[in-house]
């Protein structure tokens, strides 16, 4: 309080101090003015009027050279003291010793009644207001749950309200990942990154260092832990200390608010994250769907078809025509072991390598080895690829193919015999150094030719047994004069059938060729 | 996240503002009330708080801040609030600072308000 030195002898401002009674915030001043009042009708130039507070006896008032704000060790030396209800009036007399009772004192002690009662009031009011401030805290983390999905954002929101709620002077909060707790924010200074989840009781104490009285609550769901909500060192006006039952109580109820918000949070990241991962995935299918070829080739004399269907959106079979020189047909089939966007990438290598070979290296042992050496560089080593690579000369008839540990191929005579393309090495990408054997066959007018990939015969009925070679051979036999897309309809139609409507457990694809 | 609470003050033409960053807690009050006291002492009866830069304060800090109200109240000065993050805001007006000391979503109209006052 400022006090007017060298004005204790002016005369009372009896006007001032008239409409200072029932000013708003007006008390501290009408007690000054009173004193002032008292001083200069006793002629005291130093004065001060103390009221009991929260700290003891605190200034209320003074006048001249300033007594201490707060009377803790005594009362001043060389000062008379006058005690008055609520509170202690301290001067230095400069004459004669005032009567204890007198008009202005009767004043002064009833104005420090109406201080301490207004500082009652105001204690009181600031109380209830601040439970609404509680309320309106929980009540806000509850609307979060509904209204902020942001993980970063809630957690950020979490752990100011649970700080400031509990008057902390510091806080951090820890979210459970992959088995430990990662710090996701902190107030009031540093936390400890992350610890285990098995460390997290032991190491309650030091998750904030430097902190003297800290209070953590476990965030659950089902009972199964989310994360951490430290907080630590409750303040008052004197310093911190340690936080009442109460506020552990306070606490938890947050945390469990908390929970559920965050536990939303979590599930929406992750909702986001696999709508992000299908949308890829319909790109990846998109992409691959164009490796393959748009139609089968036109080629005089013979009939041409081919067709896949992954199993997942994006598969690990492949087969391609490709225009060779002098008229010449490229077919091939391919399967790389597994399935998914593993197998996908490698298709595309697959693809490309394939086409670009062919455009310096003919069909034939050497063209595989090439391949078999580059699938191996570019693919992990658990990986390796199937693949059965033909050229059709139209003109004579003849088919050249090379088998690279794939399915045997079917060539179905005219006559009704059935003939297999046998491997002619090993699948690429298996071992360094691998060699191959081409083999040349003829094709008579009504021969049918089908490449396939082992997701046809190979899908299983209820009791477990492959549609088997037996199975699409005798389809292929039965429908060999049909036109092509009406032959695949068939084989598709009759292994659906033997696996009775069970889920497609691998990619599979045919191609078919007859010399019409 | 939060350290302990820095601040800086712009004195311009009988007015002062008094920007925070942090926490306003028992300490962060303190600094406040050191810094408005100050001011008190060097004649400026009008000042601004803007706490752009604070999204935390408890409940003694908001104590302190009402102490600071009181005296402005006493001297017949003015304060006022600005920047406040909306749930700082409705903890002012639940608290009853809003009563006595403008609350503004922004300096410049602070601003404008404290001089016309």
């Not at chain 1, 986001?272 to 949308?279: A, C, I, N, S």
């Not at chain 2, 604070?54 to 000065?77: F, R």
Request: with cysteine; proline share 5%; charged share 25%.
């Amino acid at each position: 309080m400022a006090s007017k030195s060298g004005s204790a002898l002016a005369p009372p401002a009896w006007d001032e101090i008239l409409a200072l009674v029932g000013r708003e915030a007006g008390e501290r001043l009408l007690l000054q003015r009173l004193l002032e009042a008292w001083c200069a009708q006793r002629e005291v130039a130093e004065a001060a009027l103390y009221a009991d507070g929260e700290r003891g006896l605190e200034r209320a008032a003074a006048v001249g050279v300033a007594f201490p704000e707060v009377l803790a060790g005594g009362r001043p030396a060389n000062a008379l003291a006058l005690d008055v209800p609520g509170g202690v009036l301290v001067f230095r007399p400069s004459g004669p010793p005032p009567p204890a009772v007198e008009p202005l004192l009767v004043l002064l002690a009833s104005a420090l009644r109406q201080l301490r009662l207004e500082r009652q009031l105001k204690r009181q009011r600031f109380q209830v207001n601040y439970r609404g401030v509680e309320l309106e805290a929980l009540y806000e983390v509850g609307l979060a749950i509904a209204s902020t999905l942001n993980l970063e954002e809630l957690a950020e929101v979490i752990l100011l309200r649970a700080v400031s709620l509990l008057d902390a002077r510091r806080g951090a909060l820890y979210l459970l990942e992959k088995e430990r707790y990662v710090l996701h924010g902190t107030i009031g200074g540093d936390a400890v990154a992350a610890l285990a989840a098995f460390e997290a009781q032991a190491a309650d104490a030091a998750l904030l260092p430097g902190a003297t009285h800290l209070l953590t609550v476990s965030i659950t769901i089902e009972g199964q832990p989310r994360g951490l909500l430290v907080v630590a060192d409750k303040e008052s006006r004197d310093g911190v200390g340690p936080f009442p039952l109460a506020d552990h109580r306070t606490l938890g109820l947050f945390a469990n608010q908390a929970a559920i918000a965050l536990e939303n949070a979590r599930l929406h990241r992750a909702a986001l994250e696999k709508e992000r991962l299908e949308r890829e995935m319909e790109l990846a299918a998109e992409i691959q769907s164009r490796l393959l070829p748009k139609q089968a080739p036109m080629l005089e004399g013979f009939a041409i078809a081919g067709w896949n269907r992954p199993a997942r959106q994006v598969g690990g079979d492949y087969y391609d025509f490709l225009h060779l020189a002098d008229g010449r047909l490229g077919l091939t089939v391919g399967d790389v072991s597994g399935k998914g966007v593993a197998a996908a990438l490698l298709v595309s290598t697959l693809h490309s390598a394939v086409r670009l070979l062919l455009d310096r290296i003919e069909v034939g042992p050497a063209l595989l080895a090439r391949l078999n050496q580059h699938i191996l560089e570019s693919s992990a080593p658990n990986k390796f690829i199937t693949l059965l690579l033909a050229e059709l000369d139209p003109a004579a008839g003849v088919l050249r193919y090379v088998n690279a540990g794939h399915n045997p191929g079917l060539l179905l005579g005219r006559d009704g015999s059935l003939r297999t393309l046998g491997p002619g090495g090993l699948p690429l990408g298996l071992l360094p150094g691998s060699t191959y054997r081409s083999e040349t066959l003829s094709m008579e007018r009504g021969d049918l030719l089908c490449l396939y990939s082992d997701g046809v015969t190979e899908c299983l009925s209820p009791a477990d047994e492959e549609f088997s070679i037996e199975g699409l051979a005798r389809v292929l036999l039965q429908t060999r004069e049909l036109p092509l897309e009406e032959v695949i309809e068939a084989v598709d139609r009759a292994a659906t059938d033997f696996s009775c409507g069970q889920p497609q457990g691998d990619d599979q694809t045919l191609v078919l060729l007859r010399r019409d | 996240m939060t350290e302990t609470l820095r601040l800086s003050v712009d004195r311009r033409d009988g007015l002062a503002v008094i920007y925070t960053e942090g926490y306003i807690n028992n300490q962060g009050g303190e600094e406040i009330a050191r810094s408005a006291y100050e001011l008190l002492g060097e004649g400026y009866k009008a000042l601004l708080l803007n706490l752009a830069g604070t999204k935390i304060v408890n409940s003694i800090g908001i104590s302190i801040l009402i102490e600071i109200i009181e005296k402005m109240l006493e001297i017949e000065g003015r304060l006022a609030f600005c920047c406040l993050t909306p749930t700082i805001e409705k903890t002012f007006h639940i608290m009853g600072l809003a009563q006595y000391a403008g609350i503004y979503s922004d300096e410049a109209a602070a601003l404008a308000e404290l001089r016309r006052a």
